[in-house]
């Protein structure tokens, strides 16, 4: 009995060392898997993109001036000078958006290279224009939040064919009785028959009834 107690607790003792050797090597494995994706391949490979808003310091007061990278993947605060680094960004392609309440700025294309030790290269996204780097970045335009009218256009309401309809009524109305009125008693006369006998040559003939 002695014997097989002692070989059970020998078999106790290889059993929870081997289990404590698995959880360690699990640890260590699983820390090296964290390293090697917070740090890119080698969790040093990280860098940082520079650069600088161009506006005037009242401009720059504003706290929502922010530099965005991939949507917020990262951002990046604008300093009263207006520079701002982005860090911790690993080598690979990037989109740098700025955003501020009062203007708007074209988007920008990053790629960090991993072959030349995190050189940056820049671009404009829509136009694929090259940008210096550090970068330097000014504003498109001002940023519109309410739709302005149009001003109205009265050569426009004067194409409107209703409204030379009535402009044409209006003149006959006017200059055609003072044309009259200069006319000869006789001629205006004779100018009313004849509008009577072309009345009657237009109109039907009347209709013959039988008894």
Not at 58 to 79: D, E, F
Not at 146 to 173: C, E, R
């Amino acid at each position: 009995m002695a014997l097989m107690s002692h070989r059970f607790s020998r078999t106790v003792i290889a059993v929870l060392l081997c289990a404590l050797i698995s959880v360690a090597v699990t640890r260590a494995q699983s820390g090296d898997d964290d390293e090697d994706y917070a740090g890119g391949a080698s969790g040093k490979d990280l860098y940082s993109i520079q650069g600088a808003i161009r506006l005037s310091k009242q401009q720059l007061k504003s706290t929502a001036c922010r530099v965005n990278i991939n949507g917020g993947q990262m951002v990046g605060l604008v300093r009263a000078d207006g520079s701002f680094t982005v860090s911790g960004v690993a080598p690979g392609t990037y989109l740098l958006e700025v955003y501020h309440p009062d203007f708007i700025f074209s988007p920008i294309r990053i790629d960090v290279s991993a072959k030349e030790k995190g050189k940056v290269r820049a671009s404009v996204a829509a136009t694929r224009a090259k940008l210096q780097y550090p970068l330097s970045l000014r504003p498109d335009k001002p940023a519109v939040y309410f739709q302005q009218h149009a001003p109205v256009d009265w050569t426009s309401m004067l194409k409107n064919p209703m409204v030379i309809m009535m402009g044409i009524t209006m003149i006959m109305v006017v200059v055609m009785p003072r044309m009259l009125s200069g006319m000869d008693p006789k001629e205006l006369e004779a100018m009313r028959k004849m509008s009577i006998k072309d009345a009657l040559r237009g109109a039907p003939p009347p209709a013959v009834t039988s008894r």
